[in-house]
C-alpha cells in the first residue's frame, strides 16, 4: 500500500517552453501533497505544500509563478515549471500524506534536464 | 545550527555488519520519526515511523528514538549490499513540515 506514482519520470525540454509533472495516489487519498526539489548529493527541498481544492503554499524563495501547482482532486497532484530555464534542472520529488498520520509517501521523482 | 543533523558519511561496511546511523535535533517539538532509504536517482522509500521513545523492529531494521537526547537511530543487522543507498531520517511537529538530515550515503561491500 501507499504507492505514489510520478509522471514523467525523466523529461527533456528546451529553453522558455513549460512542463507539466503529474503525482498520483495510488492506492489511497491525499489530504496534503508536496513537491521537493533535490539537487546531487543534497537533501530534499520543500518547494511547496498543496492542500486539495486550495492553493499551494509555497516555501520562501520559490517562485510560485513560475512553479504552478494544482491539486485538482485527493489523488492528483500537477507542477508546472513555466518557462524553463537550465537552470530549472534537477530532480523534482513528490510526496503524499493520507493526513491521519504526519508521515509522507515518495514518488519515484522526475528528472527534468533544460536545454 | 541546523535543526536535524545527520552524518553525512559516506559509511562503508562489510557485507554482514551492523550498521548504525544516527540523526541529532534541536526541536523538542518533534514527535514524529521517520527513516527514509533513497537508491541513486530514486524517490526516498519509507522504512520506519516511529511516534514515541522506545525501539521498534521491522526485519533487519531498528528504529531507536530518545526524546531525552534528542537523539534517533536506526540499525541495520546482517547488512546486504542491496542495502546499500542514502539513508534519511526525517521528523516532525504535529501539522509541521517534515525536516530531513543531510542523508548518510551508506556502502555495503560484498
Known amino acids: 500500500g501507499a504507492v505514489v506514482s510520478q509522471h514523467p519520470s525523466w523529461v527533456i525540454c528546451k529553453s522558455g517552453t513549460s512542463v507539466k509533472i503529474e503525482c498520483r495516489s495510488l492506492d489511497f487519498q491525499a489530504t496534503t501533497m508536496f513537491w521537493y526539489r533535490q539537487f546531487p548529493k543534497q537533501s530534499l527541498m520543500l518547494m511547496a505544500t498543496s492542500n486539495e481544492g486550495s492553493k499551494a503554499t509555497y516555501e520562501q524563495g520559490v517562485e510560485k509563478d513560475k512553479f504552478l501547482i494544482n491539486h485538482a482532486s485527493l489523488t492528483l497532484s500537477t507542477l508546472t515549471v513555466t518557462s524553463a530555464h537550465p537552470e530549472d534542472s534537477s530532480f523534482y520529488i513528490c510526496?503524499?500524506?493520507?493526513?491521519?498520520?504526519?508521515?509522507?509517501?515518495f514518488g519515484p521523482g522526475t528528472r527534468l534536464l533544460v536545454l | 545550527q541546523k535543526e536535524v543533523e545527520q552524518d553525512p558519511g559516506p559509511l562503508s561496511v562489510p557485507e554482514g555488519a551492523i550498521v548504525s546511523l544516527n540523526c541529532t535535533y534541536s526541536?523538542?517539538?518533534?514527535?514524529?520519526f521517520m527513516w527514509y532509504r533513497q537508491y541513486s536517482r530514486k524517490g526516498p522509500e519509507l522504512l520506519m515511523y516511529t511516534y514515541s521513545s522506545g525501539n521498534k523492529e521491522d526485519g533487519r531494521f531498528t528504529a531507536q528514538v530518545d526524546k531525552s537526547s534528542k537523539y534517533i537511530s536506526l540499525f541495520i543487522r546482517d547488512s546486504q549490499p542491496s542495502d546499500s543507498a542514502t539513508y534519511l531520517c526525517a521528523m516532525s511537529a504535529k501539522g509541521g513540515k517534515l525536516i530531513f538530515g543531510q542523508g548518510t550515503e551508506l556502502s555495503v561491500k560484498p
Open positions: 510526496s503524499a500524506s493520507p493526513g491521519q498520520q504526519e508521515t509522507q509517501y
Open positions: 526541536n523538542s517539538a518533534f514527535q514524529y
